[in-house]
């Protein structure tokens, strides 16, 4: 079948689909399904015997170390829940350096001598796994040939059962690391992260006179993603290989009419929604708002916080289960951050708090935030780690797809700055001016409608341009990309924030050694951060090329691709930081620099490949197909003595000549032999490729708008975006 008819062929088969029924059965509420394949904290204490039961939930609400005696009654009382509900196999559940999910499978079946099997799941198997690491990103920490890894079981993160129509998973999340225990994946950071944070804050919660609980730190990510009809992404090589379109013509409509963003969701797509909502009720995922977003065929869906290494497990199955539904509805569901040129890409804002059980969300201000100094310590906290480490922040969200959003008006700038907001702008304005005293108020809108309740009016307006923006009891940190596990923003979160707590306990330390007075001291700590880290503050317009000026002047750093923002994780202060908190030592630093690095070299270099084999398989062929169509028809009319106009030939000809030359520039930039160092090969990646690449789709998105429609060989953006 030809490449057109191949197009034409999905246009008839989206039109002839007929999606599933899809919602809750009949008569099931959703809190009746909520977490019933999860082995949850509830399910524990029915199972086990009552001292296993405090043991385990000590460390999952307190922190405390894990008691190995328990391993055995737990891994019983796992195996047989999960055999109730069909499970055949478990599965370490781990998160290596790749950004995806791996797990490795076992049967509980063990022979027995007389021929027979036996179920079996030891508390040593439920403890620790070994599967091979070798061909995982390690960024040089092991040899190639030394293959032995370690999973270890992560108790504060429930186990779950995952249904397959052939046969039930009990899913154990673990982390990863090697023999010698350097991390090889985002999980264990993360634990040592929140472990740092931890302590920190507790020594400022002790010196405002509390007996602190366990502070955790909070994260609710928002995922956005595309869905395009099957049959058009299984007619898109690049999409396939890539994960977006490295062709495409701009649609007659794109967004300017701004009618998509939380339009009413089309019937197909609420009806996928709803099946996923089943799925991730039943694992405990606790989703809870869903809508159109901006671009056409873009949709968003936002859960409930959670403690940051479940919410990061959980954002990586909710990936796997959006993929797994979309595909019973007969859809494709995207996580690429730029899935299709010219309309906004994706992202994953990562909303992240910190608190505990006894004084509640830290960063919650109050209705007089002047007066809760705590809160303004805590926030303080969050100015001095952003203005000192915004490098480390934009390295955690470093991507060849990311770079597509960052600072193209869709995303927020990479340039790093804080949004306070009128409200606490203000109270920290009145702090560096000597003291606050007083807050900007609630209001109520005056809407002018009798019949309307009294609407409150909140203190301080919302800005969507900045990266790190307060948002009432959060900050709300909006550069991370879709397709990226939140664990990596969330380490520097947590490892940044233990920094700036540690600094100001220890300076209210001191002055308190000194004999100063308690509230004095806070005054000073406050007035001393607000002073030399408020550069960092800017409630204006980040999309803005006077922002762009004005943040140079700041001093605060423009890292505008993965290639700038990359090295700032191998610089000695990160290195310094990441080891006094034992988060990473320094070969662990140095191996994800190494791996981001790679992955960016490969990803373009998939992308570059793709662009090379379509435009000269695909592209190219039609062109001069209709080429030679709009030739012969000249030459026929020319033969019967019509004057023919020769314009439609020029116009096809030149972008025809420039796809040619582009296709060969490309060509010869992937065969040119590379630097050997990573850096360099990044930047010839960045520098050199990419430019080619964009000249090829160039021509080829103009060709795209001249040639005959019924020998364009590819779905079009109109057909993909907007036929669902």
């Avoid at 069909?86 to 950004?99: D, E, K, M, S």
């Avoid at 993160?157 to 350097?182: H, K, Q, R, W």
């Avoid at 550069?479 to 596990?485: E, K, V």
């Amino acid at each position: 079948m030809s490449g057109n008819n191949v197009r034409l062929q999905a246009i008839k088969d989206v039109e002839a689909y007929v999606p599933p029924t899809a919602s809750f059965d009949i008569g099931e509420a959703p809190g009746e399904i909520f977490g019933e394949n999860v082995f949850s904290v509830s399910v524990m204490q029915r199972r086990l015997p009552k001292s296993v039961f405090k043991s385990v939930v000590a460390t999952i609400e307190r922190s405390e170390p894990l008691d190995p005696l328990v391993a055995d009654a737990v891994a019983s009382a796992m195996k047989d829940w999960a055999m109730e509900k069909g499970a055949t196999h478990y599965a370490h559940v781990f998160y290596p350096l790749t950004g995806m999910t791996a797990e490795k499978h076992d049967s509980f079946l063990e022979p027995a001598g007389d021929g027979s099997a036996l179920a079996e799941f030891s508390g040593k198997t439920l403890i620790q796994g070994e599967p091979d690491a070798s061909s995982f990103p390690n960024g040089g920490l092991r040899n190639t040939f030394e293959a032995r890894g370690y999973t270890g079981w992560d108790v504060m993160s429930p186990a779950y059962v995952l249904e397959n129509p052939n046969g039930n998973t009990l899913c154990i999340p673990t982390v990863f690391v090697s023999m010698t225990g350097e991390a090889l994946d985002h999980k264990t950071p993360l634990l040592r992260s929140q472990q740092a944070m931890a302590t920190q804050a507790e020594r400022i919660l002790r010196l405002f006179g509390h007996t602190p609980d366990r502070v955790v730190s909070y994260c609710g990510p928002e995922q956005e993603y595309f869905l395009v009809d099957r049959h058009f992404f299984l007619a898109r090589p690049d999409l396939l290989n890539a994960g977006r379109t490295l062709f495409g013509h701009k649609p007659p409509k794109g967004q300017e009419f701004d009618d998509h963003y939380f339009g009413a969701i089309p019937e197909r797509v609420l009806g996928f929604m709803m099946d996923t909502e089943r799925e991730l009720f039943k694992l405990g995922i606790p989703a809870k708002t869903r809508h159109n977003e901006v671009a056409p065929g873009q949709f968003e869906v936002a859960p409930m916080f959670e403690r940051a290494n479940v919410a990061s497990d959980h954002q990586q199955l909710l990936m796997t289960i959006f993929k797994s539904v979309a595909q019973k509805h007969g859809m494709e569901c995207l996580f690429h951050e730029k899935p299709f040129s010219g309309v906004n890409g994706s992202g994953k804002h990562v909303n992240f708090s910190f608190g505990n059980t006894a004084q509640g969300n830290l960063l919650l201000p109050g209705d007089t935030p002047h007066d809760n100094a705590q809160f303004l310590v805590f926030c303080a906290a969050v100015i001095r780690a952003v203005h000192l480490h915004g490098g480390l922040l934009r390295s955690s969200v470093a991507s060849a797809s990311n770079d597509h959003r960052l600072g193209a008006n869709e995303a927020p700038p990479a340039i790093i700055s804080i949004f306070l907001g009128e409200q606490l702008a203000d109270v920290f304005d009145q702090i560096a001016k000597g003291g606050a005293t007083r807050s900007k108020e609630k209001g109520t809108l005056l809407v002018g409608v009798d019949t309307l309740p009294p609407l409150g009016q909140d203190p301080g307006d919302r800005n969507r341009t900045s990266p790190f923006a307060f948002t009432g009891n959060r900050f709300e940190f909006r550069a991370p990309g879709s397709m990226q596990t939140v664990a990596a923003p969330m380490v520097v979160i947590n490892t940044i924030m233990a920094e700036a707590m540690d600094y100001i306990a220890t300076f209210l330390d001191a002055k308190l050694a000194a004999g100063t007075e308690f509230n004095e001291a806070v005054q000073d700590v406050l007035t001393e951060i607000v002073t030399n880290h408020g550069a960092v503050i800017f409630n204006g317009n980040g999309y803005s090329e006077e922002w762009q000026v004005e943040a140079e002047q700041r001093g605060l750093k423009n890292l505008r691709t993965t290639v700038d923002a990359l090295p700032e994780l191998v610089t000695p202060e990160a290195v310094e930081l990441f080891s006094t908190y034992k988060v990473f030592n320094e070969a662990e630093m140095h191996s994800r620099y190494e791996i981001g690095l790679e992955q960016y070299v490969n990803s373009v270099g998939v992308e570059a490949r793709s662009t090379l084999e379509l435009g000269s398989t695909v592209i190219l062929p039609a062109a001069v197909r209709y080429q030679t169509e709009v030739a012969t028809n000249l030459a026929a009319l020319k033969a019967v003595g019509v004057e023919a106009d020769l314009a439609p030939l020029e116009a096809v000809s030149v972008p025809l000549a420039e796809l040619r030359a582009a296709l060969a520039a490309l060509g010869a930039a992937l065969a040119a032999e590379t630097p050997h160092d990573a850096l360099a090969e990044a930047a010839y990646t960045r520098d050199t490729v990419i430019p080619a690449m964009n000249a090829v789709r160039t021509a080829a998105d103009t060709l795209e708008g001249l040639v005959a429609d019924d020998l364009w060989p590819l779905p079009t953006y109109q057909e993909m975006l907007y036929i669902l």
